[in-house]
């Protein structure tokens, strides 16, 4: 079993393609068959060096490997269209010779032209065959005296075309609906549809699996297999990604690109799981699932004809799952660019690292993805009192008549003992504010949160608090922004609430 997974380097990777790619992987992985990765990059105008990199390395963060291809190279190369043009070029001359195609001299304004007055006529916009009847010899007085030439294929009008599509049951296409294709066009590119079948036969592909918008391409793709004498694929069409409104996923919608929920913080087992739930499912009631079980349970017949529905609240909701299976010290890897972006940090030393894995704790239960780390933590390093005393919610949790008095007990308290480096710290400080002022319940915890977070809501107090003095004691090379003490804060806060109280 040989598949492939052929991206044209126009652009970024779709979310669309590569779960394209992931099915086609998957297959091959599970019956022991080759991954081929061709790079489909003959639209020159287009395709840039700089896009097939991005769409490598996006793959590779997926984890789908290759077995042959442009990098890894193999024994049906080159892998990258650009470099086959003489391959193209013998096999449509060979076509040529069977009396299969026939040179075109049709200047690209003739053919819109006729095309222009097929569609005003009301009917099919087609090349009306007026090369097809030269005589060889006139064709070729015409190629040797330099005449700009194109290769056309001769479609059979009067045949039909079925095939068995695994996805989509059995296809039938009546051939007269097509005119005669281009297949290697006068500057010596090759078509789409013509490249496609020439490295596939060449590379011995066996299942191509593809989005369905290349269904109508397959009859004359399976006219040309027999006409080169290659034997055809199974082919399985898949249906279209949509969006939640069901309409086609668009840039409307939101992310589209691997690119984009990598730079997001989604974890790319994640993306893969739920990628693979679009359209098929693995069975038995289950959704997250490793990716060698994914594998072991894959098979192109469970595929459905529906189009598949791409929800942004179950990505999520699966990227939590694994989140939360990852260990501290990855989480913490990954979230490091996040927290450069946000500005909180640079590039961090050891002890600087040692502190964002510290942090993870605080936001691990409660973040959906790692871009969300930062605005989860952001009150160690963006503490202003008189910012928080401005805030709606700050303002109602001191609204409680022994609020300004649980302030002053705390920066009183907090003037005469330790620093809060523990949680066991924090509660004994906790304790002799409630004795000094009889207040407790939440209108204790409000005040207190309050003054030494600036919020009113966020991570529990007791791994927040030990969080915040860690970070007050940070070298300033650690790479973090400065992080004030509690002690600091408490002060600057009851200082502040003073003056509001003056003013």
């Known amino acids: 079993m040989r598949l492939r997974f052929a991206p044209s380097p126009t652009g970024q990777l779709h979310v669309g393609n590569a779960r394209t790619a992931l099915f086609n992987w998957m297959l091959a992985r599970r019956h022991g068959g080759v991954f081929i990765l061709?790079?489909?990059?003959?639209?020159?105008?287009?395709?840039?060096?700089?896009?097939?990199?991005?769409?490598?390395?996006?793959?590779?963060?997926?984890?789908?490997?290759?077995?042959?291809?442009?990098?890894?190279?193999?024994?049906?190369?080159?892998?990258r269209q650009s470099e086959c043009l003489e391959r193209y070029r013998h096999h449509a001359e060979a076509l040529i010779a069977r009396g299969d195609a026939?040179?075109?001299?049709?200047?690209?304004?003739?053919?819109?032209?006729?095309?222009?007055?097929?569609?005003?006529?009301g009917g099919q916009p087609r090349y009306s065959g007026r090369c097809r009847s030269l005589t060889p010899s006139e064709a070729s007085r015409r190629v040797a005296a330099g005449e700009p030439t194109a290769i056309r294929f001769k479609v059979?009008?009067?045949r039909t075309v079925t095939f068995s599509d695994v996805v989509r049951g059995e296809v039938t296409f009546d051939m007269g609906q097509f005119?005669?294709?281009?297949?290697?066009?006068?500057?010596?590119?090759?078509?789409?549809?013509?490249?496609?079948?020439?490295?596939?036969?060449?590379?011995?592909?066996?299942h191509v699996i593809r989005g369905e918008d290349h269904v109508s391409n397959t009859p004359r793709q399976l006219l040309l297999y027999e006409a080169l004498g290659f034997a055809p694929p199974v082919f399985a069409h898949l249906s279209l990604v949509l969006g939640p409104d069901h309409a086609p996923l668009s840039k409307r919608h939101g992310a589209t690109s691997v690119a984009e929920f990598r730079a997001r913080g989604y974890l790319p087992e994640a993306l893969v799981n739920y990628l693979a739930l679009i359209g098929w499912s693995p069975g038995h009631d289950e959704e997250l699932l490793p990716i060698d079980e994914l594998i072991s349970r894959f098979s192109l017949e469970d595929v459905g004809k529906r189009a598949g529905v791409f929800d942004p609240e179950k990505l999520d909701w699966v990227n939590r799952h694994y989140l939360k299976q990852a260990t501290i010290a990855r989480i913490a890897g990954?979230?490091?660019?996040?927290f450069v972006r946000a500005g909180h940090a640079g590039v961090l030393t050891e002890e600087g690292e040692g502190y964002l894995e510290a942090l993870v704790p605080l936001a691990h239960a409660s973040v959906d993805r790692l871009d969300q780390f930062p605005a989860r933590v952001a009150f160690l390093f963006d503490f202003n009192p008189e910012r928080a005393l401005e805030s709606h919610g700050v303002k109602e949790a001191l609204e409680s008549a022994g609020a300004p008095a649980v302030v002053?007990?705390?920066a009183d308290d907090l003037a005469r003992h330790e620093p809060l480096e523990t949680r066991e710290l924090f509660r004994e400080a906790v304790m002799r504010v409630r004795a000094a002022t009889g207040v407790k319940g939440a209108a204790l915890f409000h005040p207190i949160r309050a003054a030494l977070?600036?919020?009113?809501?966020?991570?529990?107090?007791?791994?927040?608090?030990p969080a915040i003095e860690r970070g007050a004691r940070l070298q300033a090379s650690s790479g973090w922004r400065p992080v004030l003490s509690c002690r600091a804060r408490a002060h600057a806060f009851a200082r502040a609430l003073t003056h509001e109280g003056r003013s």
Do not use: K
């Open 408 to 410: 002053e007990a705390l």
């Open 156 to 158: 059979p009008g009067d």
């Open 38 to 79: 061709r790079i489909e990059d003959t639209d020159a105008e287009r395709s840039t060096p700089e896009s097939e990199a991005a769409i490598v390395d996006d793959l590779r963060w997926l984890g789908l490997t290759w077995d042959e291809g442009p990098d890894v190279g193999g024994p049906v190369g080159p892998y």
């Open 102 to 121: 026939y040179p075109c001299f049709c200047p690209p304004e003739q053919i819109e032209a006729e095309r222009e007055a097929a569609r005003a006529s």
């Open 179 to 206: 005119g005669d294709p281009v297949i290697l066009r006068s500057d010596g590119r090759p078509a789409y549809n013509f490249a496609v079948v020439v490295d596939d036969g060449v590379m011995g592909i066996t």
């Open 334 to 338: 990954l979230a490091a660019p996040f």
């Open 453 to 465: 977070t600036g919020a009113v809501e966020g991570p529990e107090l007791d791994l927040a608090v």
